[in-house]
């Protein structure tokens, strides 16, 4: 804020909730940089509307919320924030990786509701990773830096991505990651291609011990398939960050035990929320200045 003030008039939003459309689109009128979040939807009326915007800086690294083809078609620039959430979302994955393969969110339940009976042999078995596979779906660059951290609870890294990367681990098919992983973690984009990309069809080729992470976006993942898949015991488990109509959950996913739900905190640390703003921020002063953007989409 204080290094926008310095040379920038500003209008704020205030308050937790997203700003509502219609103000969206009445404030954005006579701007010429709009910072937003990944619950702003930016698409041709809101630029419509913001006739004299010059970038439009999105404080997330997905921009799925925004109409980038639109953009570019006004000569607007697009920025995310790559690079300052990679280490905080990869480390975020893996604690959704131990905390649905080790019960954490159910164990943690069953204690709070007074029903711990106390030690048992066989009380909350989970499943260890030394040993296991874990796929990767898209390998950028969160899904690399989880690949990174895989030696270090020994498990085996294949990924399927467009074209092979230059990582540790096998690429393969998208059928066959599926159906020899012991954890898939999706990485990709949104993008119709991804939409849906784990459905009921994709689903029923893995394991039945297996688990699926979702740290990417939520429509990436079919939401009534996975209940049904969960209920029907076809896979172990699920940990998802995020959800296809946020902040709504599925019903269906709300009753289970082998299902982590998390609301979409996987960059949140302080550190890293405050590099994506201040990324948001040197890219708009960029820009505004003249210069190219920081992270351009
Ligand atoms: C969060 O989901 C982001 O895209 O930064």
Redesign the pocket.
Known sequence: MARLEETCELDLHEGREPIPRSELQARVAGKQALICL?TDRVDAEVLDAGQDLRIVANI???YNNIDVEACRARGLVVTN?PDV?TNACADFTWALILGITRRLGEAERQLRRGEWKGWALDHMLGMELRGKRLGLVGVGRIGRAVAERAPAFGMDVVYHARRPADIAGQHLALDRLLSTSDVVSLHCPLTPETHHLIDQKALAKMKRTAYVINTARGPVVDEAALAWALRQRLIAGAALDVYEKEPEIHPDLLGLENVMLIP?I??ATTETRTAMAGLAVSNVLAVLDGAPPLTPV
């Open positions: 990944l997330a690294v997905g924030t959430l979409h996987a960059s």
